[in-house]
Each structure stands twice: as structure tokens, then as C-alpha cells.
């Protein structure tokens, strides 16, 4: 088994403790406030200079603490979570594809997840909570995640994403979340319809 | 939902049709309303079916609204056309039996799998709305032939909520708010009385913080915001 080594600095704290707190309030089976101390703990590790760097592990990072928040029936911090995972994820390119990154593929199809994780959520909350919406449509490169399992290793997955891309075909194997993503795409078509007078045009699935 | 003027019967059927139908027609066959489902994928199978209905039920509510409260003034433009009238009974009835299918699925699920707190926020969410459905139609028509059926499904969710207050403190408050709107209802002698003599207004005054419950309603933490 490969071992990569841990990051340095606060965003991959911040990481670990969202992830902590995610799954001590997901998987609890009695009432428990786990979650709390270990959500206390992320947020004491996200300062103000974090804003100024930009990392997958921070648009991770947020993108699960606005998940917690979310759950934790606060829609509005949830809401502002988003925003800055969305924008960090956008200084770090997130939206596009470049040829030059053709020879790291699991680098690719990491920051592909990243990035349709990211819409999922947030334009699943944007939807429910009426905001506007304001998801990046145009500017958006970004192919859609490889039907590949995730606990593939690191060097079948290589393979594998590889093999999937050059031959446009699906591997056997579920991917759960695609349908997840899709369903966006849909409702975007009928919720501006019902929220607005806009004309249904103006928004065709992609 | 929430702009004027709201889309008619007729085009948000043919949205649904357009739009959200084929949607669930593209899922993969593995993940398929009836496909069985390893453990681990079990609750995101279920939430994302629970979600299509409550979204249909978010669609076409109004149109049961208008229907089944019949001193609303809403009640069908005598110019209405005949193809209207069609659309607004299928809006009716897609609202019904989205309701009905979210209860049922979400009441098998909740009994027959591992009840995290996971499992409870999203059940809950999503019963609470389906449950509204039965009872609005049961408070202004308790006499109506299909009374019997809305008993049963408000009992069910009843019976799934209470379940859940060990594990989730909202539960708690849901279940009082279910008990209160539908305690003089749930027993078919009771509802003999006749329906329910609330306004019109006073009934969507209350309904609308639960229809939209992030909305300022109870059970939204305005966390922190200040609103000036």
C-alpha cells in the first residue's frame, strides 16, 4: 500500500476535522454533540490567511464544513461556506481542463470529482433555499467524473481512467454520484421556471 | 414557487414531462427505484428518490392547494378550457401520489436499515413536506372517499417520527406540529364535525412556514445573521 505523506498547514487540519465532524454526526445511531467539538476544531483552524492561498484540500475542506453546516440546520452559513469553496476552487482552476495535465490523469479526474461534489452541493442548496442562481455556466471546461470505483489503487485507477478515456466507454462499474450530478442539470430547467418569469430557454440542461 | 404570475396546470405538466421525467428515465439500471442496492449505497439511493418526489410535490401543491380548499376564491376560471381542467387534475393527482410514495418509502427505509442520524435528517425532511400533503387534503375534506387512505399515511409518519426522537431533536417539534394539525382529524369519527371551519388565509398563514421550512419558520436557526 502507498502512503503519501501528509500536508503541511492549517487547510489539511481543517480538512480532517470537517471530515470528523461529517461523519461523528452521519453515522451516529443516539444523540451525541461529538460533532460539535470536532466542527469547533476545524473552525479554529481556518483563519483569515487561508483565503489567501488556495489548495484542493481547503476547497475540500469547505465544501464539507458547508455540508456540516447544512445539516446542522444553519442554511445561511452553509451558504457562505459555499461561496468562498466555490471561488477558491475557481482561483485554482478548478473549472478547466488542460491538455499539460494529460499526463497525470488521477490528478484530473480528482480535481473533476472536486468540482461536480462541489455543484452537486451547491447548487442543491441553491435550489432549495430559492437563492439565486449565480453556479458558473459558461467558462466551465470540465469533462465528468470516469465511471470507475473508487477503491480502485492508485496505479489500476491510472489505467483505468486512461483506458476509459481514450475508448469513450464506461467500465462496468457504479459510479453513485453521476445520477446525483445529473439531477441538477434537469431541475435547473424547472425551478428558474417556477421561481421566475423567465422564459424556459434561457436555461437547457448542458 | 414564489413568482408572480405562477406557471399554469398545463405547463407544469409539460415541465414535468419535458424536464423531470426524463431525468429519472436516464438513471442507470443500477440505481433504479427497485434495483437493490449494497448497504453502503442504500441511504443515497434512497434520498435522491425521496428528493424527486418532494420536488414534485413542490411543483404541483399548489394545484392540490386550489383544489381542495374549496372557499378559496381559486377555484377554476369558468373560461378554463376543458384541457385546463385535465392538467389541473393530473397536477392534483401527481401531488397526491407523491405524497403517498414518499411515505411509504420513507417508512420502509427508516424500518428496515440502520437508523443514523444521517438517514433521520433526510427522512425527516422530506416526510414532514409529503405528511403536509395528506393532511391539508384531510382537514378540508374529511368526508371525502379517499379520507381513509390520508388517515393511514399521516399514522405512518406519525409512527416514523416518533421513532426518530430518540436520535434527532427535531423530530420533536415536527411531531407536535403533525399531532396538532391532524389530532382532530385522525379518527374517522372525529371528522364528522365537518371540515375544518379556518380560513383560507389563516390555514396558508400557518401551512407556509412549514412548506418552506427554512424560512424563518421554527425549526431555521437564523444563525447569527443580522437581518439590519
Known amino acids: 500500500m502507498e502512503i503519501i505523506p501528509r500536508p503541511n498547514g492549517n487547510a489539511w487540519q481543517l480538512l480532517l476535522y470537517a471530515v470528523a465532524a461529517l461523519g461523528a454526526w452521519s453515522a451516529a445511531t443516539e444523540r451525541t454533540d461529538i460533532d460539535t467539538s470536532l466542527f469547533e476544531a476545524a473552525k479554529a483552524r481556518f483563519s483569515i490567511d487561508l483565503l489567501e492561498t488556495g489548495s484542493l484540500v481547503l476547497v475540500q475542506g469547505l465544501t ?4 456540516y453546516a447544512q445539516m446542522g440546520n444553519k442554511p445561511n452559513s452553509s451558504y457562505n461556506y459555499y461561496g468562498l469553496a ?3 476552487s475557481m482561483g485554482i482552476g478548478l473549472h478547466k481542463e488542460f491538455s499539460i495535465w494529460e499526463s497525470k490523469p488521477l490528478v484530473c479526474e480528482i480535481r473533476r470529482r472536486l468540482w461536480w461534489c462541489l455543484y452537486a452541493f451547491d447548487v442543491g442548496s441553491i435550489i432549495t433555499f430559492s437563492r439565486p442562481f449565480d453556479f ?40 453513485k454520484c453521476r445520477s446525483q450530478w445529473m439531477k441538477p442539470h434537469y431541475t435547473r430547467t424547472c425551478v428558474p421556471s417556477v421561481c421566475s418569469t423567465w422564459p424556459l430557454h434561457k436555461y437547457t440542461p448542458e | 414557487m414564489i413568482s408572480v404570475p405562477f406557471l399554469t396546470a398545463k405547463e407544469m405538466v409539460e415541465l414535468d414531462d419535458v424536464s423531470i421525467n426524463p ?21 443515497c439511493h434512497a434520498t435522491l ?6 420536488f414534485k410535490i413542490l411543483m404541483f401543491r399548489p394545484f392540490l392547494v386550489r383544489r381542495i380548499m374549496p372557499r378559496s376564491g381559486l377555484e377554476h376560471d369558468e373560461n378554463s378550457s376543458s384541457e385546463d381542467l385535465q392538467s389541473e387534475e393530473i397536477s392534483f393527482q401527481r401531488c397526491l401520489d407523491a405524497a403517498k410514495e414518499s411515505v411509504e418509502l420513507i417508512s420502509n427505509f427508516w424500518f428496515n436499515n440502520q437508523q443514523t442520524m444521517m438517514a433521520s435528517w433526510y427522512g425527516l425532511y422530506f416526510l414532514f413536506q409529503a405528511s403536509l400533503i395528506p393532511m391539508i387534503c384531510l382537514r378540508n375534506n374529511p368526508r371525502s372517499p379517499m379520507a381513509a387512505d390520508w388517515r393511514d399515511q399521516i399514522q405512518e409518519a406519525i409512527r416514523v417520527i416518533e421513532s426518530m426522537i430518540q436520535l434527532n431533536p427535531t423530530a420533536h417539534r415536527c411531531l407536535r ?27 396558508l398563514t400557518n401551512l407556509y412556514p412549514m412548506m418552506w421550512p427554512t424560512l424563518g419558520s421554527e425549526f431555521a436557526t437564523f444563525d447569527e445573521v443580522n437581518v439590519l
Request: net charge positive.
Open chain 2, 23 to 43: 431525468w429519472l428515465a436516464a438513471l442507470p439500471h443500477y440505481f433504479q427505484l427497485h434495483a437493490h442496492q449494497p448497504p453502503r449505497y442504500r441511504l
Open chain 1, 64 to 67: 464539507l464544513m458547508s455540508n
Open chain 2, 177 to 203: 406540529v403533525v399531532r396538532s394539525l391532524s389530532q382532530a382529524y385522525i379518527s374517522a369519527d372525529e371528522g364528522a364535525d365537518g371540515p375544518t371551519r379556518e380560513s383560507l388565509q389563516d390555514q
Open chain 1, 86 to 88: 466555490r471561488r477558491i
Open chain 1, 136 to 175: 458558473p455556466q459558461s467558462g466551465v471546461e470540465v469533462q465528468l467524473p470516469a465511471n470507475v470505483h473508487e477503491s480502485v489503487s492508485y496505479f489500476p485507477l491510472l489505467k483505468l481512467v486512461v483506458v476509459a478515456k481514450q475508448t469513450r466507454t464506461s467500465p462496468p462499474l457504479p459510479l
Open chain 2, 49 to 54: 428518490h425521496w428528493r424527486y418526489r418532494n
